[in-house]
């Protein structure tokens, strides 16, 4: 759908993390906004971002400066990295592209390219075996919610014979 909005001096325009003019909105853009309803009954925008082009998927290979993931729906995508790309793996900034592997989960924002690849200021990856329910260890409850699941034993109600 589309939707005509106003913008003055007073509203936030945000890409990324960078602060941009209203001379930087192009037409296309994908855009989210922030509104507040005025007295009058109409919406004042407070703040618009600029929606990245992004991609990601499991990763099933990295080569050279390539990531290729399959995403949800099946298709396989490529995110191309740079020398100024960065990388963030788990919670930890400052990673490197050899610290992405095959298996993870990764997410990626930059520029869209013609073929379909994306070439990645930011990539963002997690191995799934560390998110709590996605087979990882988290920290799961018994049906008494007594203790961990994750470490091999159940919890379960009291035992009705001990005394």
């Known amino acids: 759908w589309t939707r005509t909005i ?7 325009l945000m890409k990324g993390t960078a602060t941009i003019a ?24 407070t703040e618009l971002h600029v929606v990245q082009p992004h991609l990601g998927g499991s990763v099933t290979a990295v080569s050279g400066t390539t990531i290729t993931v399959t995403q949800r729906d099946g298709t396989t995508a490529t ?12 919670r930890t900034d400052g990673k490197a592209l050899t610290d992405i ?16 690849s994306l070439t990645a200021s930011a990539v963002h990856a997690i191995d799934p075996a560390s ?33």
């Open 6 to 12: 106003a913008i003055t001096g007073d509203t936030e």
């Open 22 to 45: 209203a001379a930087d909105l192009k037409v296309g853009d994908e855009v989210r906004f922030r509104q507040e309803v005025q007295t009058d009954g109409s919406f004042k925008i």
């Open 79 to 90: 995110i191309k990295v740079t020398s100024t790309t960065t990388f963030q793996v788990g």
């Open 101 to 116: 592997k095959v298996g993870m989960l990764a997410g990626a924002v930059g520029t869209l390219n013609s073929d379909g």
């Open 131 to 163: 998110l709590p329910g996605f087979g990882g260890r988290g920290d799961h409850r018994g049906p008494a919610g007594n203790g961990p699941l994750g470490n091999g034993t159940q919890d379960g109600p009291p035992d009705a014979s001990a005394g």
